[in-house]
Structure formats: C-alpha cells, structure tokens
C-alpha cells in the first residue's frame, strides 16, 4: 500500500473523482464487457429449464432427476459464489469475469454433446461453477466504477443483460417449438453458449480492472489510467484524475495484499457488518428462491394452463411476454432507487411481490373466467415487482461493504441467494408430489416473503447517495443510529458527527 506524503491531504479521494468523472458512456463500455455475465446467466438458465421436460422425456427421467438437472447448476454457481469473494478482493474483479465467460461457453458446448443424465449434470455442474465465478466480481466493479447518485441506474442497467438473455433463449425457443413439447435441447444448448465467447472476446480488449481494488493493492497509477480512461470515454476535459491514496486498515491480519479468506469471512461477523450480513443473505436467499424457483416453475405450469384455457397465448409467447415485464420492474427500481432511500424501497417491492404470488397462486388454482384473468395478471406482476427487489437488494450489497472486504461480502450474500435458487426446482417437485399440487410452493414463497419485510427494517446502515466505504472507519460513520444503537454502541462505540455524505445516508 502507498503511503500517503504531504500532498496528498490536498487531492481529492477516490470517491470524490469518480463523482467528477460522472455518468456517461464509460460505462456503456462497462455493461458491454462485463455485464454479458448476467445475459449469459438469463440466456442459459432460462433454456436448461425450459428442455428439462425434453430431456426427461428422451431419458425416461423421473421428477426428482428433472428437477436436478438445473438443481446441479445453481450447486456450481453457489460453490464459485463463495470462492469468487476472497479471489476477487485479493487478485482483482476482471480476471474473473473473463475466466466466467469462457467457462460458460466451453462447458455449454460440452454439456450438448452429454450422452447421459449424469455426464449432463457433470458438465452443467461447471457451467454453474463459471456462471457463479463472475457473478459476484461484476456486481462489485460495476458499483466502484460509477458515481455514488447513479450506482442504482448502472446496476440496474446492467441487470437489464438478463433479461435480455432471457429474451434471447424464447426466441431460440419460439424458432425451434413454440409449444415447448418437441425441442431439440442440445442445439439450443449450443446457441445458447455463443453470447459468452463474443463477450469474453469484449472483455479480453475494452474490460478495465477496478480502480478501488488497484489503489487498495497500493497500484496508485494503474488506477489513475483507468480514471484517465473513464474520463476519454466520457468525452470531458483533461482535468487531473490523481487522488489521495486510500486509508490502509488497521488489521490484525496483516495488510490488504496479506490478508486470508477466512480473515475476510470473519470481518463480515463483526460491527454493523454481522447484522448487514445476515438479513441481506436471508433478503438474497429469498428473492433468488422466488426468482429461480419461478423461472424453473412456469417453463412446466404454463402449458399446462394452456390446455386448460387454449384461447391463452401460446406458452413460448407467455414466457416471452413474462421476461419483457421484468425491463419495466428493473426501470421501476432505477426510478424509486435513485429518488428514495434502499430499505423503503426494499419493503415496498417485497410486500406487492407477496400480493403477486397469491393473486397467480389464487388464480391457477381457481378454475375459468376471472381466474385465469387473475393468473395472467399475478404471473406479469411476479416478474415485474421480483426485478425490483432483485435489484435494489443486489445494488445494496454491492454497496455496503469497505473495499477490503467488499467482493466478499457481496460474494457472501450472492453465494446465500443462490442457496435458495439451488433448492428451488427440488422443493417444487418435492412439494408437488407431497401435495399433488404445485400451489404449496407459490404458498410457501409468500410466507417467506412477509418474514423478509419485517427484517428488511432492522438494517442498520442506509447506503442512499453515499460515497463507497474505503475503509472500516468510513463504515462507522455511515451507521443508522436508531432502533439498533443499543445492539450495535457496544462493538463500534458512539456515533460521529461526519457531516457531507455521512450525514446524508441517514432516512429522511
């Protein structure tokens, strides 16, 4: 780490030259070159669902194995999730997000060629393991490289590229079956892949390393040419984008360069960081069961309230239909993000996706005339208001954190989330059979989601419009003295008076 020496008491932070830089097409760059991981995610995900029933019916599969065939996935990518935090705080965001993308596209091709279910499940197994590899590193660089007032636009946008991977695979489905009953799994497998090796080819050339992992890392004029690059992409002027080298952590483990992963998966036990952690992986755990759970879900129910109501769109189009309503729900979150605090925002979104997922469960299961009006408007709603609590929750992770530990803990919460996205096919299918009815699952998603409305107030730290913690005394200052004073005095003493950006991440 640099040493700061008498002039750089008169530079401006990090922070502060990022805010100068500004909004622009730099991060158009950004979207293009790193954000293909979650256009690759949507893209595969959405079709290995969709062929399960496919799949199963050429290998005479039964439930329990068609639901492990994208169980399997969500596996990898929670075990890449946890690894792709302490790589990506100690070795850099970018390497990784290249590494995901080639992973993605060489197991794809793989997995097409699978001559059974089980070499099918191997090789998906590492296709999740690519997709979770990136994940995590993505959210972080794209949060560390734009202004603190347009995080939620640029986070948002760029969870617009799943959206349009899935877009991407019902059109590939829509060319190949429109009615989902004959289609030809290991073609769409391999055209599904392609996206990610023309993002890897992106990435390899246009992709920028993080300037906050560079400046921690003490590479103080790798991280000015970055800044330098940001500010030529953006077409402004030739101001100076020098800063003052960040505060070092004072650390029992050592320095940044030195300290370990579990060093790291400690830090987020400690402070305001413990009760931050807990309820954002329980927030991660829930939207993901309900959003991964969904998208495996509706794939199998959606024919079947086709034939139970055939003057309905044909399932493809309604799958089609059901991924165009999420780039709204994703507008909505910008709007409300940019304009109000995370933690209403949070509440409110998780509080109509409850109302959603009853409204379709109640109209699936209600038989003819207005029900099927109701299914028809829970379905659009569950994907519309699911993009709003995905985002603002994911935004907010991406936030939270000091830079040392700030991959990690977003990695901790993704890798959480995705526990909820691996069990969801089984528990659906166990549940279905449990039951004879799928309506068990939606019910068991709603109860979940009230629990979550509840905690989503107990937050200790507001991130609204706040400059990035670059050290664990930034944290500090950036807590929300309150109903959670009591519990949290104790471990990081009494509150200060920061003024600027401190002050400002508190509720109106």
Not at 268 to 295: E, K
Request: aromatic share 12%.
């Amino acid at each position: 780490m640099s040493v700061p020496d008498s002039t750089s008491s008169i530079l401006p932070s990090l922070p502060e030259v990022i805010d100068k830089i500004g909004l622009g097409p730099t991060h158009l760059r950004f979207i293009f070159t790193g954000g293909g991981v979650w256009l690759a995610d949507g893209s595969e995900l959405l079709l290995i669902s969709a062929v399960t029933s496919t799949v199963a019916a050429e290998w005479s599969l039964d439930a329990m194995q068609r639901g492990s065939m994208v169980t399997i996935v969500y596996i990898g990518v929670l075990v890449a999730n946890v690894i792709s935090g302490p790589l990506g705080d100690r070795g850099g965001r970018r390497q990784l997000i290249l590494a995901s993308y080639m992973g993605i596209f060489a197991f794809s091709m793989i997995s097409s060629f699978a001559a059974n279910f089980w070499l099918l499940c191997f090789w998906r197994f590492f296709v999740g393991l690519s997709f979770g590899l990136g994940q995590p590193p993505w959210n972080v660089l794209i949060t560390e490289v734009t202004p603190s007032k347009w995080r939620v636009l640029v986070n948002g946008g760029s969870m617009m590229m799943f959206c349009f991977g899935e877009l991407f695979s019902c059109g590939l489905i829509m060319a190949d079956d429109s009615s989902m009953e004959h289609l030809h799994w290991r073609t769409l497998l391999r055209l599904g892949a392609v996206p990610s090796l023309l993002f890897w080819v992106a990435g390899l050339f246009f992709l920028h390393q993080s300037p906050y992992y560079l400046a921690q890392s003490g590479k103080q004029s790798e991280a000015t040419e970055v800044l330098a690059s940001m500010q030529r992409d953006n077409c402004l002027p030739n101001f100076p984008v020098e800063f003052a080298p960040p505060a070092e952590d004072s650390l029992e483990d050592g320095s940044h360069e030195d300290l370990g992963a579990m060093s790291r998966w400690r830090k987020l036990g400690t402070g305001p960081l413990l009760m931050t952690t807990a309820i954002m992986s329980y927030t991660c755990f829930s939207v993901n069961l309900i959003y991964y759970g969904t998208l495996y879900a509706f794939p199998n129910l959606l024919p079947t309230l086709h034939s139970a109501s055939p003057d309905t769109s044909s399932p493809a189009t309604q799958l089609m239909v059901g991924a165009l309503w999420e780039l709204p729900g994703i507008a909505l979150a910008i709007f409300f993000g940019m304009c109000m605090p995370r933690r209403p925002v949070m509440k409110m979104s998780l509080l109509l996706l409850m109302a959603a997922i009853l409204l379709f469960v109640g109209g699936a299961t209600g038989g003819m005339g207005f029900a099927v009006i109701a299914w028809h408007v829970g379905y659009y709603m569950i994907k519309f208001i699911v993009e709003v609590a995905f985002t603002l929750a994911y935004v907010y992770i991406g936030e939270v954190y000091p830079t040392v530990v700030r991959t990690t803990g977003a990695a901790f919460n993704i890798a959480f989330g995705r526990v909820g996205a691996t069990v969801s096919p089984l528990l659906y299918e166990k549940l279905k059979d449990a039951t004879g009815s799928y309506a068990t699952f939606f019910y068991l998603l709603a109860g979940l989601t009230f629990i979550n409305v509840a905690l989503v107030d107990m937050l200790p730290i507001e991130t609204y419009n706040t400059a990035l913690a670059t050290s664990f005394d930034d944290l500090e200052k950036k807590l929300d003295y309150g109903a959670t004073e009591s519990t949290m005095r104790s471990t990081i003493g009494p509150p200060e008076s920061t003024g600027g950006t401190a002050d400002a991440s508190k509720d109106p």
